[in-house]
């Protein structure tokens, strides 16, 4: 088992984000999480990653408690947030040796695989400007590389893919889709659902704290596609009728 989530609760203030939260995630999986604005993903993931608290249950990682060992957690997994935090006054070749040294990685082996993503990423030309002045893709490209450098058991990625050119997208769904072959777990929250749909073995579907459905994906879809299942469970409108109204208004 890669990840056990069980009966997990966690509170901003007074607010509830989730809600007796249980989930398991084998190994070598690449487990999607889908979910409207402020279902409680980036509260998940975060926690999962070992870099957020939580107020009830438990949560192991490769074995490992959460709650009493999140620099444990650390160790083990990548994670790649929506908006990449990075030292802008690095290059990335910079940044990308810093998190090798402080991964403990053996400098030849950082480098070699550093070398290697940038140049499946198309990312040479900026090795050295400072990240500072890069695009949001290209900064996001970044981030997801320094994610890999130890390569982690672990990798969870929260919208991480959204701000990828189509050709660095490609790369790398096919790059999780071996990693995963490997033996990786992989997690990722997005809302491109035709991404959730090609790409994941699980899917589970947040709204307010909570699952409303969960499973193999393609058990999900048998009869129809993830945009119409997320909708169902999700919408508090019919869209038809929302999107009629907007017309009538726009005239």
Same mark, same amino acid.
């Given at each position: 088992?890669?990840?056990r989530?069980? @009966?997990?609760? /966690? ?25 409207? !604005? ?23 990682? !490769?074995?490992? %408690?959460? /709650?009493?060992?999140?620099?444990? *957690? ?19 070749? #910079?940044?990308f ?10 400098? %030849?082996?950082? #480098?070699?695989?550093?070398? %290697? ?20 893709g290209?900064?996001? /490209? ?40 490997d ?23 947040? /709204?307010?704290?909570?699952? *409303?459905?969960?499973?193999?994906t ?6 129809? !596609? ?13 869209? @038809?009728?929302?999107? @009629? ?7």
């Amino acid at each position: 088992m890669s990840i056990r989530v069980q @009966s997990l609760s /966690k509170f901003y203030g007074e607010k509830e984000v989730l809600s007796d939260f249980s989930m398991e995630i084998q190994d070598g999986e690449i487990y999607g999480i889908l979910g409207p !604005n402020g279902s409680g993903k980036t509260t998940l993931l975060k926690i999962m990653a070992g870099i957020a608290q939580f107020d009830r249950g438990s949560v192991t990682v !490769n074995g490992i %408690d959460a /709650k009493i060992d999140q620099i444990g *957690v650390r160790k083990i997994v990548g994670y790649v947030p929506e908006t990449p935090y990075l030292y802008e006054s690095l290059t990335p070749y #910079e940044y990308f040796s810093f998190i090798g040294s402080i991964r403990e990685i053996p400098k %030849d082996v950082a #480098e070699r695989r550093a070398s %290697d993503l940038t140049r499946a990423f198309g990312m040479g030309e900026y090795n050295d400007q400072f990240i500072g002045s890069l695009s949001f893709g290209t900064r996001q /490209k970044v981030s997801i590389i320094a994610s890999l450098i130890h390569a982690p058991k672990i990798l969870i990625l929260d919208e991480s893919i959204n701000g990828l050119d189509p050709q660095s997208a490609k790369i790398f769904r096919d790059l999780l889709r071996s990693l995963a072959e490997d033996g990786m777990t992989v997690v990722f929250s997005t809302h491109i659902l035709e991404i959730a749909e090609n790409v994941c073995d699980e899917i589970a579907i947040m /709204k307010a704290g909570k699952i *409303v459905a969960e499973g193999r994906t393609a058990d999900l879809l048998k009869e129809r !596609n993830l945009e119409d299942v997320f909708i169902d469970l999700t919408s508090t409108e019919d869209v @038809s009728s929302v999107v @009629s109204a907007l017309r009538g208004t726009l005239r």
